[in-house]
C-alpha cells in the first residue's frame, strides 16, 4: 500500500492506541495466543511453539501498536521492517507481522483505526509503503487486507494434519 494519499477513517474517541515497547509489549500475549489458536484451526495451520513466541516478544525490531478501551487491550498491530518475501525489504517499506482484535470488538472499526495508527507512525518515520503478509485461504485476513491493499502474490498451502504431531495437546 503507498502512503503518500492514505485515507484515514473517523476516530472512535472511546479507544486509545498506544505503542508497547520492551516487557510491556506481553501485554498482548493473551490476544497474540488467540491469534495463535484462529491460525491453528483455520485453514492454514501454523504451529507456533512457546519458543517462538518468546522469541516473537523479546525481538526489539518487532513493534506493537496496542488498542486500548478503558484499562483494557483489545486489539493489536505489529510491525517491522523486515518481512516474508524478498519484495519487502525496502528501507522505504515497513511491514505488518501480526494483527489481532478480540472477537467482541470486531465490526467496530477497531482493526481499521489500528491500521490508521501503524499508517500515522511509519509516514512519520519517512516510509513511502507499508505491507502486509497473510495467507490467502484465511477468510477472515482476506476480507479485512484486500479492502486496503492491493495484493501483489498470491499463495496457496498444503496442511499439515497436527494431529500427526500432537500439536497443542500435553
Known amino acids: 500500500m503507498s502512503l503518500q494519499e492514505y485515507n484515514y477513517s473517523d476516530r472512535n474517541p472511546a479507544i486509545t492506541i ?15 495466543d ?4 484462529h491460525l491453528a484451526q483455520s485453514p492454514c495451520f501454523f504451529p507456533t511453539l512457546g519458543e517462538k513466541s518468546q522469541r516473537w516478544f ?13 484499562s483494557r487491550i483489545v486489539g493489536y498491530m505489529a510491525i517491522d521492517d523486515e518481512a516474508e518475501t ?16 478480540s472477537e467482541e470488538c470486531r465490526s467496530q472499526g477497531m482493526a481499521k483505526q489500528l491500521l490508521d495508527a501503524v499508517a500515522e507512525k511509519c509516514i512519520q518515520e519517512g516510509k513511502s509503503y507499508l505491507g502486509v503478509d497473510y495467507e490467502t ?8 487486507w484486500t479492502k486496503y491493499f492491493v495484493p501483489y502474490t498470491y499463495s496457496f498451502i498444503r496442511r499439515i494434519d ?9
Open 34 to 37: 488467540k491469534l495463535t489458536n
Open 162 to 170: 497436527e494431529r500427526i504431531y500432537q500439536y497443542g495437546r500435553e
Open 137 to 144: 485461504i484465511n477468510p477472515t485476513a482476506l476480507r479485512f
Open 58 to 70: 523479546e525481538n526489539d525490531e518487532i513493534r506493537v501498536l496496542a488498542a486500548r478501551q478503558g
Open 18 to 32: 498506544e505503542e508497547l515497547k520492551g516487557e510491556n509489549k506481553l501485554e498482548i500475549k493473551e490476544l497474540y
Open 86 to 101: 524478498f519484495l519487502t525489504e525496502r528501507t522505504d517499506m515497513s511491514n505488518i507481522c501480526g494483527a489481532y482484535v
